[in-house]
């Protein structure tokens, strides 16, 4: 695969770290909310655990990029429950196709979640697992590496 996609996905991953903590209360758990939800975004579905809260200032929606050349749109969102904050992003870089060799360049080492086989990397207090569907590069990333498998869903 291009070197210029590999390093444009690895600037990426670097862009999910610098996301800062904030606290946030759960209003839907206090008023009897359902708990769990379905989140879709750019077409792949993720679980939100009861008790998550989304940051709507943290909130990724087709912003385009361009790394060596190579044009890619992200989408993601943030969640936090307590001191705990999960990001989730979509990368889809067009007609690059991203495969799971493109996900393992990006780093990581292979990891089986919830049956979703991708690359799980630790970058100071981030966990971060990213792997390939529908081909794009799909990347959550945490402080607690624990909850990630309660965000994928197959």
């Not at 904030?22 to 009897?32: E, H, K, P, Y």
């Not at 385009?64 to 044009?71: P, Y």
């Amino acid at each position: 695969m291009n070197k210029k996609v590999i390093f444009g996905i690895s600037l990426l991953l670097i862009a999910i770290f610098a996301i800062g903590s904030a606290s946030a209360f759960d209003f839907d758990l206090m008023l009897g909310g359902s708990g769990n939800e379905t989140v879709t975004i750019d077409g792949i579905d993720f679980n939100i655990p009861a008790g998550f809260s989304e940051d709507p200032n943290h909130e990724t929606v087709n912003k385009t990029n361009e790394q060596s050349g190579i044009t890619y749109v992200t989408n993601g969102k943030l969640y936090e429950k307590g001191d705990t904050i999960v990001t989730m992003l979509v990368a889809d870089y067009g007609k690059h196709k991203v495969t799971d060799e493109i996900a393992e360049s990006v780093g990581g080492d292979a990891k089986t979640i919830n049956n979703v086989n991708g690359y799980l990397a630790h970058k100071g207090k981030f966990s971060v697992f990213n792997y390939a569907k529908n081909d794009k590069l799909v990347v959550i990333s945490t402080n607690d590496e624990s909850v990630i498998g309660d965000f994928i869903m197959e």
